[in-house]
């Protein structure tokens, strides 16, 4: 399996809903990260987990909370959003070692807030 | 804080032409350099990796070039198809996870 998935592929919620985003990799990667990306702009790192611990947050509002619960999972919990963070949710994954080598890539949530 | 830039913002080609897409960056302390394919509401399809001991990479059509001390890279794509359409975005790893985006090449490439 080379490939990090991510579900729902579409999600629409209004600002007071709790929803959540989930991405999985079964690569044996112990890096993984969570990117915003708006239309017609380049990723925006939000978080990083390495062996599962939280090791950077990009002074992201609180609204979002991540969790990796395991070394193939990684979630992103969702409370009273904003409409301007609408935008494709993107996940990616990494093998941890002595050579930097690329991230990987999941296909994106495309999320719609209310 | 490294700063990406892509020239230009946005290409249009007949098909069939070769054609070069642009990244330069500020500062040379990089592990590795990446060029990723988008298409429109997608995630990011990796095409090239070079680290930064090396000059290029190449994959079918597509030839990529570093030159870190000057802090550039280009992209080539030869004999340009409409199935390249899509957005090419570059990307540099200054730390372990630190990967910096350049703000993408829009490719349109008329048959």
């Known amino acids: 399996d080379t490939e990090v998935t991510q579900t729902p592929k579409h999600l629409v919620m209004g600002m007071t809903n709790k929803k959540s985003l989930k991405c999985e990799q079964h690569m044996g990667h112990r890096a993984m990260y969570w990117y915003k990306q708006k239309a017609k702009k380049p990723p925006e790192l939000m978080f990083v987990?390495?062996?599962?611990?939280?090791?950077i947050n990009e002074s992201v509002p609180s609204r979002f909370s991540p969790e990796c619960p395991n070394s193939s999972l990684l979630n992103l919990h969702l409370h009273a959003l904003q409409p301007e963070d609408s935008a494709l949710y993107l996940c990616?994954?990494?093998?941890?070692?002595?050579?930097?080598?690329?991230?990987?890539f999941g296909p994106g949530t495309r999320l719609t807030v209310l | 804080k490294q700063e990406v830039t892509q020239i230009p913002a946005a290409l249009s080609v007949p098909e069939g032409e070769n054609l070069v897409l642009n990244c330069s960056f500020t500062d040379s302390a990089i592990y590795n350099l990446q060029w990723f394919r988008q298409d429109p509401g997608k995630g990011l399809t990796s095409l090239l990796l070079i680290q930064s001991s090396q000059r290029e990479q190449t994959s079918g059509r597509l030839n990529a070039s570093l030159d870190k001390s000057s802090g550039r890279s280009t992209l080539y794509i030869a004999a340009s198809q409409p199935g390249d359409s899509a957005t090419y975005l570059c990307?540099?790893?200054?730390?372990?996870?630190?990967?910096?985006f350049g703000t993408g090449t829009r490719l349109t490439v008329i048959p």
């Open positions: 990616a994954s990494r093998p941890v070692g002595w050579v930097v080598d690329t991230q990987y």
């Open positions: 987990y390495s062996y599962e611990k939280l090791s």
């Open positions: 990307a540099v790893l200054s730390g372990a996870n630190n990967l910096f």
